[in-house]
């Protein structure tokens, strides 16, 4: 698939049509799966296709979200895809009205929230899964001293490293290198705080 890189939001609408609950379920699903029908993601939230379909459609409105080739003779069926890599949000475009700080600041807590109860899923069924993975999972802290520069560096450097596993894993898997390969979330917080 073709996509841009990161999609940086700036605007108002785009990031209230991302930042709902169930659409942002939909985005990190269909960006997991690559491509799925709404029939598919339908059935991973528990929700009906026709709600699906329309969160869908919305989230294509934005451009978040695009049409895929389709991948079976049904033509009734609309195979969807992420239209970028990824997005990006940055604070410092939506600093310049009351507003647009209130819908960031909603925004990064659904997105907390939904990462946490990721990792909370990870942490009740963490008996279920091989040892081997439970010793490669794990969760820090890294208290440190940094500038604003610094920061900004590290944060480059761990999208790099990370852009880098990404590629392997998925070039091996393409490759056939299947045994053992699951999906893996990696949740990082680089954050500034005082004492």
Known sequence: MSREED?????????????????????RLLFVAEVA?????????DEAVSLVSYHLRKLSEH?????????????RERWWQPS????????????????KVAAHLAASRLFLDQR????RTYLDERAHWDPEWNKAAGDSEALLRLTPGELAGLKDELRALLKR???Q??????AGDTAEREHVALHVYGFPFRV
């Not at 990031?15 to 379920?25: F, I, T």
């Not at 029908?37 to 939230?45: D, F, N, P």
């Not at 451009?63 to 033509?75: K, T, W, Y």
Request: hydrophobic share 35%; proline share 4%; no cysteine.
């Open 7 to 27: 999609r940086r939001i700036t605007d108002m609408g785009t990031l209230k049509a991302l930042a709902h609950p169930l659409r942002m379920k939909l985005y």
């Open 37 to 45: 029908t709404a029939s598919q993601l339908a059935e991973q939230v």
């Open 63 to 75: 451009g978040l979200v695009e049409e895929a080739e389709p991948r079976s003779a049904d033509a």
């Open 84 to 99: 970028s890599e990824g997005v990006s949000i940055r604070d410092e475009d939506f600093r310049d009205a009351p507003e």
């Open 116 to 119: 946490t109860e990721m990792y």
């Open 165 to 167: 596993y990404d590629e």
């Open 169 to 174: 894993g998925r070039a091996r898997e393409a």
